[in-house]
């Protein structure tokens, strides 16, 4: 099979969770398929007008897998001579329009994966940003669910909010993001060996991650703990004594996978997240998740079996588990147990092969 994947493809790798499905995505399809990874020259601070129109750069030329970056002439001229069976775009990038507007010619099934309704995002947690820039991206999404063959969902939360958008799709799929295999390992250590530790990963000033309902609930707490957050934001150190703050900016994989196995808890208290990769690594390696009740990844969580779910909010119910774990740490371990045990069918190449299915169906 000949797959297109179009999107953000980031060569560090400090990812945010839509650029490490795209890369992940990538490196897992080209086991057994051709696969290409097309992205833009998107940051107009560092190219020229002519690069955006005709540049071309490749990335990465391995195996099965080459990554190249096309200005858009460069890609439809790509696009007229190639010919691909499926064209997935991994991560939301106005530049992919294009491949709409030649779906007749290019004759290939288009698959979309939706991280993020655009519509809600830029309304309710973004809405300082240029008018014209938010109407553009409102109206391209409408454009990319209207007109893909498939929608993918990471979640069915995520699903539910694309209804209540009335964003019109002609076939949809709830297909999970997933976890490397580096996490997984995690899960041997004695969680007993270090002090009680608990972790929150997100920018601290972004609304939807909901820090300040963390910050409500640790204050509530008297034993002593450690938090650390990993953030691009400084986090102001306004905790009582007894909470030990340890802060780091975003990493890359190795260095969290590393930072992870000193954990007990992490606490994902978002407003709203399509799913939580970070949560899901976490789980792989036995961290005990509380999430909140519109977090994506709550789909996969029983209360008192691998897991909490809370209300967005409830500090004092936060605070509660806390302590409970805390005071219990045979809980704690039964419950590190089962986390990863949630997570073992959740490795990337499981969800790549979810993906070749799906292809596989809609090419029939």
């Known amino acids: 099979m000949n797959i297109l994947l179009l999107g953000h493809y980031q060569e560090k790798e400090i990812l945010t969770g839509p650029q490490k499905f795209a890369k992940r995505m990538a490196d897992e399809l080209s086991v057994g398929h051709h696969v290409t990874f097309i992205c833009y020259f998107q940051d107009g601070k560092l190219y020229s007008k002519w690069t955006k129109l005709f540049g071309s750069r490749i990335i990465i030329q391995k195996n099965n897998l080459q990554v190249l ?6 890609l439809i001229v790509h ?5 691909y069976n499926i064209v997935h775009i991994v991560t939301f990038e106005r530049f992919i329009f294009i491949a709409f507007l030649l779906k007749s010619i290019i004759n290939a ?5 939706c991280h993020g309704i655009q519509a809600v995002e830029l309304r309710d947690y973004h809405s300082y940003l240029p008018n014209i820039y938010i109407l553009k991206n409102i109206f391209i999404e409408k454009l990319f669910f209207r007109l893909s063959d498939v929608v993918v969902f990471v979640s069915k939360l995520h699903q539910s909010n694309a209804i209540k958008e009335m964003l019109t799709v002609r076939a949809q799929k709830v297909i999970t993001n997933g976890v490397d295999e580096i996490f997984y390992n995690n899960a041997i250590d004695n969680k007993e060996k270090h002090p009680f530790s608990l972790i929150f990963v997100g920018d601290v ?4 991650k909901g820090f300040s309902f963390i910050l409500d609930a640790v204050k509530n707490i008297s034993h002593n703990i450690i ?5 691009n934001d400084p986090v102001e ?10 802060t780091f900016k975003r990493m890359d994989t190795v260095r969290y996978a590393e930072i ?12 709203y997240d399509s799913f939580s990769i970070v949560v899901a690594e976490a789980m792989a390696g036995g961290v005990v998740p509380i999430v909140t009740e519109t977090t994506g990844i709550k789909e996969l969580i029983i209360n008192d079996s691998n897991g909490f779910i809370v209300n967005y909010g409830d500090s004092n119910s936060l605070s509660e588990l806390v302590h409970r774990l805390y005071s219990d740490k045979h809980l704690l371990a039964e419950l590190s147990k089962s986390a990863h045990l949630t997570m073992l069918n959740h490795r990337w190449s499981n969800v790549a092969q979810e993906y070749i299915k799906l292809y596989n169906d809609i090419c029939k």
């Open 69 to 74: 970056q096309l200005g858009v002439m460069s």
């Open 79 to 83: 696009l007229f001579i190639n010919r």
């Open 109 to 113: 099934k288009i698959v979309y994966t």
């Open 205 to 208: 000033k972004r609304k939807e």
């Open 227 to 231: 938090l650390t957050v990993i953030s």
């Open 237 to 246: 150190n306004t905790f009582p004594t007894n909470i030990q703050l340890k």
């Open 260 to 271: 992870l196995k000193q954990q007990d808890l992490i606490i994902a208290s978002s407003v």
